[in-house]
C-alpha cells in the first residue's frame, strides 16, 4: 500500500492544485495532502480555511485526506510513515525550487521520494496568487476555482474593502 504525501500552501485551493490531487489520488492507494501552517508569505486563508475548501473540493475522492502541518516536510512524512511526497510542475520556474528542494531533502531524509506531476496544460500559467489578485481587480475566477473557493475568495476581497 503506497500512502503519498502532497504538500503545499494552497491559498487557497485551485484547479490546477486539484488535478494534481484527483491525478494522485488515482495513481496511489492513499493521498494525504499537507496544509502546511506557517508559510513565510502573507496568506489569504487560515490554515483551518484552507482545510476545509480543500476538503470539500475533494469529498467526492474516498482515499484523500487533507491534514494541517507546521514545522519540516520530512518531520511531517515521518510523522505519518509516508516516504512518497507528490508536488506539481508547471513550465514557469517551478522545477529549480523543486530540484533544489528535493537535493536537500535528499540529504536530510534519504528514504523520502519525490514524485513530480506534469501540470496540465489548461492549468500550466494557474497560481493561486494570481487567482487572488484577479479576484481583487473584479474578474472572473470561476474557470480557474473549485465553486466553494469562488464564494469564499469573493467574501475575502467583499472584507477588504
Ligand atoms: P507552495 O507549496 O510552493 O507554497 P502551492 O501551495 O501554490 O505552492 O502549490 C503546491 C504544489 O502544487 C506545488 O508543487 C506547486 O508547484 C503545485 N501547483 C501549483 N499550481 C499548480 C498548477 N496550476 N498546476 C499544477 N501544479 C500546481
Redesign the pocket.
Known sequence: MIIAL??????PV????L??ACRAARLFDRLIIGV?DT?E?KLMFSTAERVALFSEATRTLPNVEIRPFSGLLISFARELKVDTVV????VSN?FE??FDMAMLNRKLAPELELI??M??PE??????SMMKEVARLGGDITAFVPANVVKAIKSKVAAER
Do not use: M, N, V, W
Not at 508536488?87 to 508547471?90: I, N, Q, S
Open positions: 502532497y504538500p503545499g500552501s494552497f491559498d485551485t484547479k490546477g492544485h488535478d494534481i502546511y508559510p508569505k508536488r506539481g510542475l508547471r517551478d525550487f523543486e513530480c506531476f501540470a496540465s492549468y500550466q500559467f494557474l497560481s493561486a
